[in-house]
C-alpha cells in the first residue's frame, strides 16, 4: 500500500514509488489507446506506516483509502494477495465493501457442513465494448479469476476463523477457467498473487506461475508477490520461460515490481475466427519503471488530494519518538558481514520471548533467532537500505528496521533441519571456486532471503554446486543432527515463506500475537538507550580465505567504511542503477 510518492521510513519523498505516480503513466496509456483494461495483483490494504495507521484508528476502515484511490483510477478487477489477511477477515471485508470493481479470490473458501463455499467473489465476467482497427465497435467479455497463496492459514494463523480454507492455486484455476470459457469469455486473464517458482506443480505451492501458464484457456497471467520484474532479460531462459519477451509456456506473464515502481503491460492482438477471438500477433509485454522524475514528487494530482488527509495523520503517528542509540543503525553491509540492526531485531524477539526460553523443558537447550535484512537493495534500488544516524529514534524508525506486519513463532528444530534452513539462506551467495574476484551474491535470489540464526555460529563452504553449513554450533557446543534447537522466527518462515520448507514439520512451541515492530518498539522504550552491537556470528569457511569478492550496497555505506568488520574493504565504483560497488579479501 504505497499511495503516494513518499517513503515514511525515511520521511522523506520519493518519486520512483506509489499508485499515484502509477496513475500518470495510466493516464498517458489510455489517452492513446482506446482499449485498456487496469487490474491489481493484491497486497494493496496493508504494508506501509500508511497502512498501518489507517489501521490503528479508532473504526474499521469502511472508506480506506487505498479502495478510494484504486476507485478514482477506475479499475477493472483486483486479486486480494497474502498481506489482505494481516488485519483479520473482517478488516479486509469492511475495506473492499466500497470497492467499484470485483475484489477476487477463487481459492478461498469458508468450510462448513454443507461443504465449502466461496468468501468472495471467485471470478468476473466483464462485458466491453472496444474499438477495432476499423474504428467499429466490438463487444468482449472478459474473465478474471484471482488466486491467493494457500500459505494464508499458517502466515495469519492468529487471525483468521478456523473455518477459511484454502485450496491450491493452480487447481482452482483448473476449475475456474473451463467455468468462465463456458459463461462466454472471449479472453480469460488470470491474477496470480504468485511468483515465476519451479517448473512442476506441487500441492499448494507458493509461487506457481509456470504450471498455471500451462492451463489451456488462460490468455494473460499478471503475477506478483515476490517484488520482482518480469520481462527480466538477466534471468536465466529456460525451456518453460522467455524472460525476454515476458512470456511462460509461450503466454504473456508481467510482475510489477513492488510499491509502485513499475506498471505492466501487456499488449494483445486479437482477430475473430469462426470458434471466436484468437491472438492473431505475439503479445508485447512491458514492465515500465515509473522513473525518479523529482519534477513531480506528488504524482496524480487528484489521488494525492483525496488522500492527503491519512497522508498527514501519518505523518504525525510516525514522528513520534521512541527512545535513542548511541550509534548509527545501518544495513548497508548486512547481507556481507555483521550487522547491528539485525542484532535489534534478534534481541527484541528474544526479550518478547524470555519467559519461554527461561523454563526448564527449554532453558538447557540452544537457542537462536532467524532475522533476514529487508531493507538490503534490490529492485528498490540502492536507497533501500536502514541508515538512522545516532540520536533519537522515532516510530518510523522501528517500522524501518521491520517494515512487515509478521508475528512471531517460536519453534522446536533437530539440528538436521537448522543446518537445512542455513544451507537454505546460504543460496543467496554465488559458487567461490575461482582464483580470480568473485562475484559473492546470487543475482537471483534477494536479500530478504538470507536468514540468519542469531545465537548459533557457523561457517558457509561455497566451493561447491551449493552451500554447506560447517562448524555449527552453540554456546553449550558443537550441533548434532539428532539436537533439539529452539528456534524463534517470523510467521512467514513459519509457514515455510521464502522456501523455508523445513518449518513445515516444527513443533511450535509459542506462539505470539504481538508484531514483530512491535517488539522492537517495546525493546526500545524499555531502556533509556540504545548501544548497538556488532556480533559476528558467521563467517565463510577458512578454504575460503585470500579469495576476492565483490558485491553491491548502497552508496551511503561509504560514510560507514570503518564499521565493516571483514578487512581491506575496497570501494570499486558505482553501478548503471547506483549502487555503490566493493571488493574485499575473505
Not at 170 to 188: C, H, K, W
Not at 264 to 291: F, K, Y
Amino acid at each position: 500500500m504505497h499511495l503516494l510518492p513518499y517513503d515514511y521510513l525515511s520521511d522523506r519523498p520519493a518519486p520512483a514509488l506509489g499508485l499515484s505516480r502509477i496513475a500518470q503513466l495510466v493516464t498517458k496509456i489510455r489517452a492513446t489507446t482506446p482499449n485498456c483494461l487496469l487490474f491489481d495483483n493484491g497486497d494493496f490494504l496493508v504494508g506501509s506506516p500508511l497502512a498501518d495507521a489507517i489501521a490503528g484508528g479508532p473504526e474499521i476502515a469502511t472508506d480506506h483509502p487505498a479502495i478510494r484511490a484504486m476507485n478514482r483510477l477506475a479499475y477493472d478487477a483486483a486479486c486480494i494477495g497474502n498481506h489482505e489477511f494481516n488485519l483479520g477477515l473482517e478488516y479486509l471485508t469492511r475495506s473492499i465493501n466500497a470497492a467499484r470493481f470485483p475484489v477476487l479470490s477463487s481459492n478461498v473458501y469458508r468450510r462448513g457442513d454443507g461443504g465449502p463455499s466461496p468468501v468472495f467473489a471467485r471470478s468476473a465476467l466483464l462485458e466491453r465494448s472496444f474499438q477495432a482497427s476499423d474504428q467499429t465497435r466490438v463487444d468482449l467479455r472478459i474473465g478474471v479469476l484471482g488466486l491467493t497463496p494457500p500459505q494464508i492459514t499458517s502466515w495469519d494463523k492468529h487471525r483468521l476463523p478456523d473455518w477459511v480454507q484454502v485450496e491450491d492455486m493452480v487447481q482452482a484455476a483448473r476449475q475456474t477457467v473451463p467455468e468462465l470459457r463456458a459463461a462466454g469469455a472471449d479472453v480469460v486473464v488470470a491474477l496470480c498473487h504468485s511468483g515465476l517458482g519451479e517448473a512442476e506443480h506441487t500441492l499448494g505451492m507458493e509461487n506457481a506461475i509456470i504450471p498455471l501458464a500451462e492451463i489451456d484457456g488462460i490468455d494473460v497471467l499478471v503475477a506478483g508477490h515476490t517484488h520482482s520484474v518480469f520481462p527480466d532479460p538477466e534471468l536465466g531462459r529456460s525451456d518453460h520461460v522467455d524472460p525476454v519477451r515476458g512470456l511462460v509456456h509461450n503466454k504473456p506473464v508481467v510482475l510489477a515490481g513492488s510499491y509502485g515502481s513499475h506498471l505492466g503491460v501487456i499488449d494483445l492482438c486479437l482477430e475473430r475466427e469462426n470458434t471466436g477471438w484468437r491472438q492473431a500477433a505475439a503479445p508485447m509485454v512491458t514492465a515500465l519503471e515509473v522513473g525518479n522524475d523529482t519534477r513531480d514528487e506528488h504524482g496524480d494530482a487528484g489521488i494525492s488530494e483525496a488522500i492527503r488527509p491519512d497522508h498527514e495523520r501519518t505523518l504525525y503517528h510516525i514522528r513520534r519518538p521512541i527512545g535513542e542509540t548511541v550509534a548509527p543503525l545501518q544495513s548497508y553491509f548486512a547481507r556481507v558481514a555483521a550487522d547491528p540492526t539485525l542484532w535489534l531485531i534478534a534481541e527484541a524477539q528474544r526479550r518478547h520471548f524470555a519467559d519461554l526460553l527461561d523454563r526448564p523443558e527449554f532453558r538447557d537447550l540452544p537457542h537462536a533467532v532467524a532475522v533476514s535484512p529487508f531493507r538490503a537493495g534490490g529492485h528498490l534500488g540502492p536507497q533501500n537500505y536502514v541508515d538512522i544516524p545516532a540520536g533519537p529514534l522515532l516510530l518510523r524508525n522501528a517500522a524501518e528496521l521491520y517494515p512487515h506486519p509478521d508475528t512471531c513463532v517460536a519453534m522446536i528444530l533437530r539440528g538436521s533441519e537448522v543446518r537445512r534452513w542455513l544451507e537454505h539462506a546460504g543460496s543467496t551467495f554465488g559458487r567461490l571456486d575461482t582464483d580470480g574476484v568473485a562475484r559473492l551474491h546470487n543475482p537471483n535470489r534477494p536479500g530478504y532471503f538470507f536468514d540468519q540464526l542469531d545465537g548459533l555460529r557457523y561457517a558457509f563452504d561455497l566451493s561447491g554446486p551449493s552451500p554447506v553449513v560447517t562448524d555449527l554450533r552453540s554456546p553449550l557446543g558443537p550441533i548434532q543432527d539428532d539436537d533439539r534447537v529452539v528456534l524463534i522466527t517470523n510467521s512467514y518462515r513459519a509457514g515455510g515463506g521464502g522456501g523455508y520448507h523445513m518449518a513445515a514439520s516444527a513443533e511450535i512451541i509459542e506462539e505470539s500475537r504481538a508484531t514483530a515492530c512491535d517488539m522492537i518498539i517495546d525493546a526500545i522504550r524499555a531502556v533509556p538507550v540504545i548501544r548497538p552491537v556488532v556480533r559476528q556470528n558467521w563467517r565463510f569457511a577458512d578454504r575460503h580465505a585470500g579469495q576476492w569478492v565483490t558485491f553491491d550496497t548502497g552508496p551511503g555505506a561509504l560514510s560507514y567504511l570503518r564499521d565493516f568488520t571483514g578487512g581491506g574493504l575496497q570501494h570499486t565504483g558505482h553501478t548503471d542503477r547506483g549502487f555503490a560497488t566493493f571488493r574485499f579479501q575473505i
